[in-house]
DNA sequence: TAACAACCTACTAAAATAGTAGGGATATTG
DNA sequence: CAATATCCCTACTATTTTAGTAGGTTGTTA
């Protein structure tokens, strides 16, 4: 499951794709109209722009903007970013691989299951894009 | 990810599966074979039991076995019960559904983005079995 | 230089995870 | 029926992760 955090962060960039273009939004802005906790919000979109998918502008006029378009930014990504590994074995992650101590057969066997089942879930998560949360309101 | 706990149980299901018609295996068997701390494995294999998966004797020959053939107990099954949900989002989730309190548009365009996403994932999961996992091996 | 707004470090509370402890219930065998 | 084997049950503890708070710092603009 995607943590409070993850889900904070997408409804905030859901905000953001809906002005992209539009010039920055407040942090205050952001938490107000998402409602989510303001110090909470600051952590998160601050953890965005370090992985390069928001920009941010100081003092007056400030505030936060998408880096790229929403069709540019795919869920895989803001989730691996916020939330972690995708895979659901540390020893399948391919962002966040991790050997596993004693990796037996049974487990490898496991470990198959669970790569055809990350590819699965990847290909949907890559192609997918903030566009596309947008345009189901639509 | 799948917590450890899930994985341990994943480890003994797939020996229980090695040893399906046998006749039942004990729990330290299992602990020591499958090095899994032997009262917290006490405690999963109960819950897959509760859950129907296993079946148990008591007394001098007793021990764990499967109750159904490895190729009747599916990966979706065994997550559902170890581990929780499958969906990435307590609204999308088919066993384990909670109303997600202000579930506006945007976050509805999540919904609908991590419903394709579970569908996909379930579509394997709920295809595999340990049996599968066992021919990896061979 | 005042105000604004993001940035940074550090802390705390609550919940989930990963176990441990120890006895109780039940089945088998002699 | 007694001894032993084996699972069963309740409860506890330690560690880690999640969720959020506090308060001051740095950079921007007017």
Redesign the interface.
């Known amino acids: 499951?995607?943590s409070k955090k993850t889900?904070y962060a997408?409804?905030a960039l859901?905000?953001l794709a809906?002005n992209y273009g539009k010039g920055p939004v407040l942090i205050s802005n952001i938490s107000t109209r998402?409602?989510i906790p303001l110090k909470f919000l600051e952590n998160i979109l601050n953890e965005l722009k370090k992985a390069d998918l928001l920009e941010s502008k100081k003092g007056k006029g400030g505030g936060y903007s998408l880096k790229f378009s929403p069709r540019q930014i795919n869920?895989a990504t803001v989730i691996r970013v916020v939330n972690?590994?995708i895979?659901?074995?540390?020893c399948v992650s391919l962002n966040f691989y991790e050997k596993c101590d004693?990796c037996d057969?049974?487990?490898?066997?496991?470990r198959?299951?669970m790569t055809?089942?990350r590819d699965?879930?990847l290909?949907?998560?890559e192609k997918?894009t903030l566009e596309?949360?947008?345009?189901?309101?639509v």
Do not use: H, N, S
């Open positions: 499951m995607l889900q997408f409804r859901v905000y809906e998402k409602k869920l972690g590994p895979a659901l074995l540390p004693d057969e049974d487990i490898c066997g496991l198959k299951m055809i089942t699965a879930t290909k949907i998560l997918k596309d949360i947008l345009l189901v309101g």
